[in-house]
């Protein structure tokens, strides 16, 4: 399968493309001997992008229709698939290794973009052109400070990541296991998250309008009350954990005594990050 994949980079175009990527991972302090493997993961997963947007769109579009069934199926069925083939592809006979993975996750990336793709098509009627501006205009209105607060989350990470690999393999593992431990983590947060935005989104523009009935106004406010008190109580015990974890079983991570000892120092940076994630996801 990689000997397949390395016979791709042979025309002129394709070399200055992989030597653009090589130029993104230089940016982010990637060490030599991980060059030529993350350049092809990289190049496997960009080719994903397209289905992945597709997926959230179809993700957001059954959870505006109140249907939390449909990305649960998805879920569950581009997980089964992602496993199974990452098994085959890097334990199996291939032994493609990280690339085999980047291809298991490429693979399930597309067949959830179908499946929404697909149960969509049933439910409303999709059309397939271009948009224009009135059509695109509350969307930007809408999602332009979501998109900006994902840049400025996204960017931090990356520089975080830069400086991490800058000083050396020991500090770079020990921050990709702390983004391991919070990549978690986040899952916990994301539930409520959504549900404030299937069952408070339809009521919310009604409250502060003026125009909602006593029932719907009960409802907003007792309902929003309850997702705050659960956000915080979950927000602590999980910031709790994640603390206790890294602090007395760093050896579940890795078994470099190097990296374990590093990590070791690290609960009050494990919790803190751990809080202020599961507040930035759960309180918008």
């Known amino acids: 399968l990689r000997r397949v994949w390395l016979l791709v980079p042979t025309t002129k175009a394709s070399q200055h493309k992989y030597q653009g990527e090589v130029r993104i991972l230089q940016l982010l302090n990637t060490s030599t001997e991980l060059m030529k ?42 997980g089964v698939f992602n496993l199974v083939v990452d098994l085959y592809l890097v334990l199996g006979p291939p032994k493609a290794g990280i690339f085999g993975a980047a291809v298991a996750t490429v693979g399930a990336q597309v067949l959830a973009a179908a499946v929404y793709l697909f149960v969509l098509s049933r439910n409303i009627n999709l059309a397939f052109r271009l948009p224009s501006w009135s059509d695109i205009k509350p969307f930007v209105s809408t999602g332009g400070v979501l998109t900006l607060r994902s840049v400025c989350v996204m960017t931090s990470l990356s520089l975080m990541t830069t400086k991490a690999a800058a000083l050396g393999t020991i500090p770079i593992a020990a921050h990709q296991v702390l983004v391991g431990v919070l990549t978690v983590a986040q899952f916990c947060p994301e539930p409520l998250s959504q549900c404030a935005q299937t069952f408070l989104a339809s009521t919310a523009a009604r409250v502060r309008g003026g125009t909602s009935s006593a029932e719907e106004t009960a409802f907003t406010k007792h309902t929003g009350r309850l997702l705050l008190t659960v956000a915080l109580s979950l927000g602590a015990i999980l910031s709790a954990g994640c603390a206790l974890l890294v602090a007395k079983a760093p050896t579940i991570f890795t078994s470099d005594v190097l990296v374990s000892s590093t990590i070791i120092n690290l609960p009050l940076v494990a919790g803190l990050l751990t809080a202020a994630q599961h507040m930035e996801m759960a309180l918008p």
């Open 37 to 78: 493997p993350a350049a092809e993961y990289l190049v496997v997963r960009a080719l994903g992008l397209p289905a992945m947007l597709i997926s959230f769109v179809g993700f957001s579009s059954c959870l505006g229709r109140r249907d939390s069934a449909t990305p649960l199926k998805v879920a569950g069925i581009s």
